[in-house]
């Protein structure tokens, strides 16, 4: 497999029908003049359809900045966005809105579950609020991933914290969105909880063909993606192919190293 599909200089994929999301020079600054701080630096990357990925870096490498980015949660100062073949760069809200809405998942630290709501209830809201059916065959392999089978009529506060996260899961895949974006999906859970969730997510890219980019500063939970791209400093510095935990972490404490040094 290639470390990167070749960016074409028009719009659109170019044809290149294995790539999910693309960005393209993007830079993100805050303030101006002598105060303003880059996020992020001139940053190109592709995310591969049907492949999980996983985001690293120091605290304020612009991980997040970078998925919000390509998410279109926010905008960027310079630089083009694709998801799919639309760029989002220049959309009206309107549109943006739209295509978050048919074509991204997201998954938080924090559940975003309703309080008054079940489990099943929780995980086709948005597709309630859309308007839209749930394809009833791909639910039920979407709840059988995830292993809510038993679950489903309980409200959030019967779950546990690791069994609430799987609902948000659930919610993000039961819409068949091009691409689910994590950030620290298991920031809130316990070691045991966060491996069964990321064993969820793990089984949503091998079972069901999810793309899945996930922002995470643990190098376990970064051994379930198949990709790892590095930030440092809002700049992409280094990628990893089929991560083990101690690789990531030799390379994480490369760039603590670094930054003593620097």
């Known amino acids: 497999m290639t470390t990167a599909v070749e960016v074409p200089t028009t719009g659109g994929s170019g044809g290149h029908s294995a790539v999910a999301a693309r960005a393209e020079g993007v830079v993100k600054a805050y303030g101006s003049g002598e105060t303003q701080v880059l996020a992020l630096d001139n940053v190109s990357v592709d ?9 690293m870096g120091p605290s304020g490498s612009g991980k ?4 919000h980015c390509l998410a279109g949660l926010d905008t960027v100062s310079s630089g083009r966005i694709w998801v799919g073949d639309t760029e989002i760069t220049g959309l009206k809200d309107k549109k943006l809105t739209q295509l978050r809405r048919d ?14 709501l079940s489990a099943i209830e929780n995980i086709t809201l948005p597709m309630d609020i859309a308007g839209r059916k749930a394809d009833k065959e791909w639910l039920e392999r979407v ?14 506060n019967e779950l546990s914290g690791g069994q609430q996260q ?3 899961v659930a919610r993000a895949l039961a819409a068949r969105p091009d691409i689910i974006f994590g950030d620290e999906p298991t920031g809130n859970l316990d070691s045991r909880a966060g491996a069964e969730v990321l064993g969820f997510l793990r089984r949503s890219v091998d079972d ?5 980019v996930m922002v995470t500063h643990d190098p376990v939970a970064a051994a379930y993606a198949d990709r790892i ?23 994480m ?5 670094q930054g003593r040094t620097s």
């Open 253 to 257: 404490r490369g760039f603590d190293a």
């Open 64 to 67: 997040s900045t970078l998925m």
């Open 143 to 156: 709840v059988a991933t995830v292993g809510l089978g038993e679950r489903l009529k309980h409200r959030p």
């Open 229 to 251: 791209v590095f930030l440092a400093d809002g700049r992409l510095v280094d990628e990893m192919r089929e991560p083990t935990a101690d690789r990531v972490l030799d390379r």
């Open 208 to 212: 069901l063909g999810q793309t899945i």
């Open 47 to 55: 995310v591969e359809k049907g492949v999980f990925t996983a985001i």
């Open 103 to 116: 074509h991204i998942g997201f998954i938080f630290q924090a559940f975003n579950l309703l309080p008054t």
């Open 166 to 168: 799987r609902v948000a």
